[in-house]
């Protein structure tokens, strides 16, 4: 009887055990997710490596930002002229892609607290006698940028006779570069910067960085609730030197 009795005592512990790690387990499971799109080529804020894996200091943000809301981050690659459409699509909840706060796209996503504040540089080979403070230097040359950017909004709008040349990616603006098919380039100074100290040691920065007050922030979907979750946790990474740590890594200057 003893041993009946301590043999449904020991079943009665082994299935509360079982049941304590089947809630564990089904609560790690329905841990929630948070969908972020990012374009994946816009180095050093977004791009792929070799594996095939997102990195850049976008991603970074974005798992600190997870790790911070106690959310599970899945990060997807979207193409750039996509990325607004797919948001509202709900292809995805965020999007953490080194974009630019407009009055443009603020009537279709809302944004959150600005994350990183932006400057824009031309670039051109150091043989060039091109030069951005004359403006007939700008008018006269053609110009590559990415299309649907802040680098090619504030040049057609500052310079609407400039014969830009407008490109789906960045990575492509810079080919044509490098081949002499265009005089010069307008882009994102970080990006800019990358790109001169990997790739190729014949071009500079031609001219002072163009400041616009040009600031990055999170975009969500119109009344998301989630735009104040992801300033609660963005002023929390800022706090506790994490945003630092990250701006550290992947910024040579400052």
Same mark, same amino acid.
């Given at each position: 009887m003893a041993t009946l009795s301590l043999s449904l005592l020991l079943s009665g512990c082994n299935n509360q055990q079982t049941e304590a790690d089947d809630k564990a387990a089904g609560a790690q499971e329905g841990q929630k997710v948070l969908r972020i799109a990012t374009e994946g080529s816009y180095a050093p804020f977004n791009y792929t490596d070799a594996e095939g894996n997102l990195q850049g200091f976008d991603v970074d943000i974005a798992n600190a930002l997870c790790e911070q809301m106690k959310v599970s981050c899945e990060i997807q690659a979207q193409d750039w002229e996509g990325i607004i459409p797919g948001l509202k699509a709900k292809k995805y909840d965020a999007i953490v892609a080194a974009m630019s706060v407009t009055p443009e796209r603020s009537q279709q996503v809302d944004f959150t607290d600005p994350y990183f504040t932006n400057a824009l540089v031309f670039i051109a080979s150091k043989d060039s006698t091109f030069d951005p403070s004359h403006s007939d230097n700008i008018t006269s040359s053609k110009i590559a940028a990415q299309r649907s950017t802040i680098s090619s909004q504030w040049l057609e709008s500052t310079y609407p006779k400039a014969n830009m040349q407008l490109y789906d990616t960045l990575n492509n603006a810079f080919l044509d570069l490098e081949s002499n098919r265009v005089d010069a380039m307008i882009s994102d100074k970080l990006p800019a910067i990358e790109w001169l100290s990997k790739n190729n040691s014949q071009f500079e920065v031609k001219g002072a960085d163009?400041?616009?007050?040009? !600031?990055? /922030?999170? %975009?969500?979907r119109k009344q998301d609730?989630?735009?104040?979750?992801? !300033?609660? /946790?963005? %002023?929390?990474?800022k706090a506790n030197g994490t945003y630092d740590q990250i701006k550290d890594k992947h910024f040579s200057i400052k």
């Open positions: 163009i400041e616009i007050d040009d !600031n990055f /922030a999170i %975009a969500v609730a989630l735009k104040e979750q992801l !300033n609660e /946790a963005l %002023a929390a990474i």
